[in-house]
Nanobody
Framework: QVQLVASGGGLVQPGGSLRLSCAAS????????MAWFRQAPGKEREFVAA???????FHADSVKGRFTISRDNGKNTVSLQMNSLNPDDTGVYSC??????????????????WGQGTQVTVSS
């Protein structure tokens, strides 16, 4: 069993930055692929970024060059640094954990554990 607690959301102006964090607990949580997904009002949940326990990194095309995912296995945390935010980045961001193979990390169905979500609003 893995428990995930996300934090760091808020209101930011276009062009601004936010850093999300996800604290994981559980005996083997540092062997899971960790990911961030987001869901905007009226839209389906979409993949944002993932990092495997071997530090292989995956980003959605829409956030490449702006968002950076990282993890600290010693602290059992995964972070998402979000720069150059725009209104299309608005949504509830959730962290998730999976033991799926790397070719499946972009699919929400691959994830067994989910955090509670944190709201990110990009607006002037």
């Amino acid at each position: 069993q893995v428990q995930l607690v996300a934090s760091g959301g808020g209101l930011v102006q276009p062009g601004g930055s936010l850093r999300l964090s996800c604290a994981a607990s559980g005996r083997t949580s540092n062997t899971y692929t960790m990911a961030w997904f987001r869901q905007a009002p009226g839209k389906e949940r979409e993949f944002v970024a993932a990092i495997s326990w071997t530090a292989a990194i995956f980003h959605a095309d829409s956030v490449k060059g702006r968002f950076t995912i990282s993890r600290d296995n010693g602290k059992n945390t995964v972070s998402l640094q979000m720069n150059s935010l725009n209104p299309d980045d608005t949504g509830v961001y959730s962290c998730a954990a999976s033991r799926a193979q790397e070719q499946f990390v972009r699919s929400a169905r691959s994830y067994d554990y989910w955090g509670q979500g944190t709201q990110v609003t990009v607006s002037s």
